[in-house]
Nanobody
Framework: QLQLVESGGGLVEPGGSLRLSCVVSGFSLDDYPIGWFRQAPGKEREGVSCISSDGSAAYYSDSVRGRFTVSRDDAKTTIYLQMNSLKAEDSAVYYC??????????????????????WGQGTQVTVSL
């Protein structure tokens, strides 16, 4: 069974940091690009970052570039999203997802949600005093 499970969310003050984890099972990170998305109440789902299946390429949205960093572990089972200098507007449910349709495209990724077909359950991030 192909599965993604996020963790690491929580409550943090503005300016603080969190590291989200996305553990995958049933496939390897070498197989598919992985994206990070977020959705705040009343807003559309937003792609914030992605990493290619060979780990060579990463992309960040303008709203998080310079503050967020995506990485993966050598065991190729976990993707991380390091979030620094958090702002209130970063508050949302964060999801990781896999793009199984791009298995042959090893050095690219994108943050269009419609490309991704395997989703985790999400983890809540709240940035507030």
């Amino acid at each position: 069974q192909l599965q993604l499970v996020e963790s690491g969310g929580g409550l943090v003050e503005p300016g603080g940091s969190l590291r989200l984890s996305c553990v995958v099972s049933g496939f390897s990170l070498d197989d598919y690009p992985i994206g990070w998305f977020r959705q705040a109440p009343g807003k559309e789902r937003e792609g914030v970052s992605c990493i290619s299946s060979d780990g060579s390429a990463a992309y960040y949205s303008d709203s998080v570039r310079g503050r967020f960093t995506v990485s993966r572990d050598d065991a190729k089972t976990t993707i991380y999203l390091q979030m620094n200098s958090l702002k209130a507007e970063d508050s949302a449910v964060y999801y990781c997802a896999a793009d199984s349709g791009s298995s042959g495209l090893r050095s690219i990724c994108n943050t269009q949600a419609g490309w991704y077909d395997l989703w985790g359950q999400g983890t809540q991030v709240t940035v507030s005093l």
